[in-house]
């Protein structure tokens, strides 16, 4: 091992978690609809289509992982990318995807 991969060791480990983070489909999509700002676990549910409980799990995977951060007004709970590079990722996913540069104010509508 030469002394550049060694100094990549590090950053290719946190790629990694990061992918797997990204690798599950409601993650992605949450990941996704959450490109162009900031939204309510509501507004979620209706535009994704994904069960609550099941929606709530998979927020949750990604707050944990560092992927989200959530806040709280009153009773709604609002969700936002919070890690730069997971939004950089995602903005590739979805360019390569559609085969075009990836516009962050247009959301990816499940099909």
Excluded at 56 to 82: D, I
């Amino acid at each position: 091992m030469n002394r550049d991969s060694r100094n990549m060791e590090p950053l290719v480990n946190q790629a990694t978690g990061l992918l797997k983070s990204l690798s599950h489909s409601d993650r992605l999509m949450i990941c996704c609809q959450l490109r162009g700002g900031e939204m309510s676990v509501g507004a979620l549910e209706a535009e994704l289509g994904i069960p609550q409980p099941r929606l709530s799990r998979e927020l949750a995977k990604l707050r944990e992982e560092g992927v989200l951060e959530a806040r709280r007004e009153a009773r709604a709970v609002y969700y936002t990318l919070s890690d730069k590079r997971a939004h950089a990722m995602v903005d590739a996913i979805c360019s390569v995807m559609l085969g075009k540069r990836a516009d962050p104010d247009v959301r990816i509508q499940k099909i």
